[in-house]
């Protein structure tokens, strides 16, 4: 158990929905990362967040965002869903920005259906 | 930017035989390498990790990874195979500096055979 908590476990939905996944770091860990890990695409760094800022951005979607709250649990939101969103997400979370090399430890993932 | 190419997507060796994953990276600049492992229906767990220093890195169960630059390879092995190390394993690599960003491999499913 890495000590990251996702939430849904699994998700399905219709095309055109909007989904919201949740995501609660580490005790003490100040950083969110969330992956896509899908058949096609492979596992894909999206966006990172560390104490309520975005820090990093790698293949997010326009139809993607996310967020960071003062708690420091994060959640994905994912509108207008097609088919091709149907994917494993999941969270990473570390203790500091990512400038030094902090491990970056899994959560056990969503898995979203798009039907 | 950097990438990560796994040589063989499935991977069997027998219980007790030597394993061996290939991970080659490109990179710029000097990479920080990783190996994930992900056991089915699971989250991934870092195995091990080459920052600068020594380029035999240990990590968790046995695995080992040696960072060969002249090679630019990171592959991974372990001596003697076992049936609890059936999983996916993933290369990853991030660029030393910039922590934020892991770019992962298309991953190898070993098989362990009794």
């Known amino acids: 158990d890495s000590g990251v908590t996702q939430t849904p476990k699994h998700l399905i939905t219709a095309t055109g929905q909007r989904v919201t996944l949740r995501c609660s770091p580490r005790?003490?860990?100040?950083?969110v990362y969330w992956y896509q890990q899908s058949l096609d695409q492979g596992l894909q760094f999206l966006i990172q967040?560390?104490?309520?800022?975005?820090?990093a951005k790698g293949n997010i979607l326009e139809r993607f965002s996310a967020q960071q709250f003062p708690d420091l649990h994060s959640e994905l939101n994912l509108s207008s869903l097609e088919l091709g969103d149907s994917a494993l997400y999941f969270c990473?979370?570390?203790?500091?920005?990512?400038?030094?090399?902090?491990?970056?430890?899994f959560g056990p993932g969503t898995r979203l259906t798009v039907l | 930017a950097q990438s990560v190419t796994q040589l063989g997507s499935h991977v069997s060796v027998s219980e007790g035989a030597l394993v061996l994953l290939r991970c080659n990276y490109s990179?710029?600049?000097?990479?920080?390498l990783f190996w994930y492992v992900q056991y089915p229906n699971q989250g991934l767990q870092l195995l091990l990790k080459?920052?600068?220093?020594?380029?035999l890195v240990k990590g968790i169960n046995g695995f080992e990874a040696e960072f060969k630059k002249s090679e630019t390879s990171f592959h991974l092995t372990k001596p003697s195979a076992h049936m609890s190390d059936a999983a996916e394993y993933f290369c990853?690599?991030?660029?030393?500096?910039?922590?934020?960003?892991?770019?992962f491999g298309s991953g190898t499913q070993l098989t362990v055979l009794p």
């Open positions: 990473a979370s570390s203790v500091g920005s990512g400038l030094r090399l902090d491990t970056q430890y």
């Open positions: 005790s003490g860990d100040l950083s």
């Open positions: 967040y560390y104490n309520g800022e975005e820090r």
């Open positions: 990179s710029s600049v000097p990479p920080y």
């Open positions: 080459y920052t600068t220093g020594a380029t």
């Open positions: 990853a690599v991030t660029l030393s500096g910039s922590a934020r960003q892991l770019t």
